[in-house]
């Protein structure tokens, strides 16, 4: 073992030694980066995996949570929210048992029955029961992308008073109060939450009503309108129909006059519009289900007809149940009319010289046909016209569309990085055998050489015996210094040389 690294060491010291200055900063680098990388793969593969265990959604679960998760002994972090709390992967399982005796992950219904009597215990019941929809009718709303917290309240008559006509008391509804994360819609949330609440509870989804947080929203359905009426969505459609009209003339006025026009349309819509839903009766009495009950009576008399004494009367009752409503129908419109129209037209005076220009009356016309103005419902001063100068438009330059350099590097950089790495190390490896080889065939004549140069004084050329011996010492000290500086092997391979002639 220790001749293999000795034998090891030497060779990586040779090739070591026959490299130049360039080749060693190469090798170096390669080394140096592959050390760095492979740090970086160990410290990466030491760190700690956390996963997200548990996400509060008020200030009540945090502290709780954080009790748990500290009398557990689990080690925890916070995310940026501070709703999150992260553990390490190995006791992921140890806090989710922390977190489940603590009770609040807990989804199980509560306990039923325990009371002292029968009514006691069923009021106990249907109080159980009723919590535990509400419960889970809370985590259902809850789980909607966009709310933070939502609360239902709920009360369902369980008793109904005899010989009263209170309809509006024994009515059940529900209430539910929702807070919204920021950039959320609370009418889209709310028909949501509404439908959830409606077959959670079973409760009309015309008694339930949702409640923003902040108290500013409300919103209950109306099955009449289908969309959840009330004055928002009235005041959106009125809205939303000005400005399809208002796009439209638009679009073909710029097809004309591009820049030179600017047009606006305002639609107030009836306010009494009204969807009835009637119910249908019958036009003839429907019997929907008979009952006949049949019974004998038996009386005693003095003189009876038979030996006995004895009559015998047979009754039948016949108990029949009415159909009381067919069906339901509705009536009214599908959507409100228009109750009047405003346009504002606005022109630029330099439309009037362009080709096709006839006058001013035909592009009013126009614009009335667009946007679909009633002469009988409009009147003829809420079309306005004006004219003015506009200002220029200022054409920008098309932009041409692509990914940008830094697309293009982070999808591209990796595999050009890889080919350049393949290229360094195939050049180095084609310029470290090549100097090796001439190396090798260099060093071995220049050592014969100078090794005839110092052993055989005899043999030299006629110009050096004529200089003295210590031109003779200093040149061939330059001679060996050179050849050192050329090939750095050259030294051993002198002294090998000088070593051998020494023994001889």
């Known amino acids: 073992m220790r001749n293999l690294a000795s034998d090891l060491s030497t060779q990586i010291r040779g090739i070591w030694g026959r490299l130049d200055a360039g080749q060693r900063l190469v090798v170096s680098a390669i080394v140096l980066a592959t050390v760095i990388g492979l740090g970086a793969i160990v410290w990466f593969a030491g760190q700690p995996s956390y996963e997200t265990v548990f996400t509060a959604r008020s200030t009540e679960d945090i502290g709780r949570v954080k009790q748990a998760l500290a009398t557990a002994g689990v080690a925890y972090k916070e995310d940026a929210s501070g709703k999150a709390f992260l553990v390490e992967r190995s006791q992921v399982g140890k806090a989710h048992m922390a977190i489940a005796e603590e009770g609040i992950l807990s989804t199980e219904s509560p306990a039923v029955g325990g009371g002292l009597s029968l009514i006691e215990d069923a009021e106990t019941k249907q109080w159980k029961l009723d919590a535990a929809s509400r419960q889970s009718l809370v985590a259902a709303i809850q789980r909607l992308e966009g709310v933070a917290q939502a609360t239902v309240t709920a009360s369902r008559p369980r008793r109904q008073a005899a010989f009263r006509d209170r309809d509006a008391e024994q009515r059940p509804s529900a209430t539910v109060v929702l807070r919204l994360k920021n950039g959320y819609s609370f009418d889209a949330l709310a028909r949501a939450a509404s439908s959830l609440a409606s077959s959670q509870l079973m409760v009309p989804q015309q008694n339930i009503e ?184 200022t054409m920008e330059d098309a932009v041409a569309t692509g990914p940008g350099f830094a697309d293009l590097a982070l999808r591209w950089g990796p595999t050009v990085g890889q080919i350049l790495g393949v290229f360094v190390v195939v050049m180095f490896l084609r310029g470290l055998f090549k100097r090796s080889g001439a190396g090798s065939g260099g060093s071995a004549g220049e050592t014969a050489s100078v090794g005839a140069r110092a052993g055989g004084g005899g043999k030299a050329d006629a110009a050096e015996e004529n200089l003295s011996p210590e031109e003779q010492q200093k040149r061939m000290r330059r001679e060996i210094e050179r050849s050192i500086a050329t090939d750095p092997a050259a030294l051993a391979k002198l002294l090998e040389t000088w070593l051998t002639e020494q023994k001889a």
């Open 210 to 393: 949702i409640v923003s947080a902040s108290g500013s929203q409300r919103f209950r359905f109306d099955p009449d309108r289908e969309t959840g009426g009330g004055s928002s969505e009235f005041l959106a459609l009125q809205r939303n129909i000005g400005d399809e009209r208002t796009r439209m003339a638009q679009e073909r006025l710029d097809q004309m006059w591009p820049g030179k026009t600017n047009v606006s349309v305002t639609v107030v819509l009836d306010p009494s519009w009204e969807v009835r839903s009637e119910k249908v009766l019958p036009t003839e009495a429907l019997v929907r289900s008979e009952k006949v009950k049949k019974d004998a009576t038996d009386s005693s008399s003095g003189k009876a007809a038979d030996g006995d004494g004895k009559n015998t009367s047979k009754n039948e009752t016949r108990d029949r149940e009415y159909v009381t409503e067919i069906g339901e129908r509705r009536t009214g419109k599908l959507m409100p009319d228009i109750k009047r129209m405003t346009v504002a037209l606005l022109y630029d005076p330099s439309i009037e010289q362009t080709k096709g220009w006839t006058n001013r009356d035909d592009l009013i016309n126009a614009v009335k046909a667009i946007v679909g103005w009633d002469p009988a419902r409009d009147q003829p001063e809420a079309f306005s016209t004006l004219v003015g100068e506009f200002a220029p438009i």
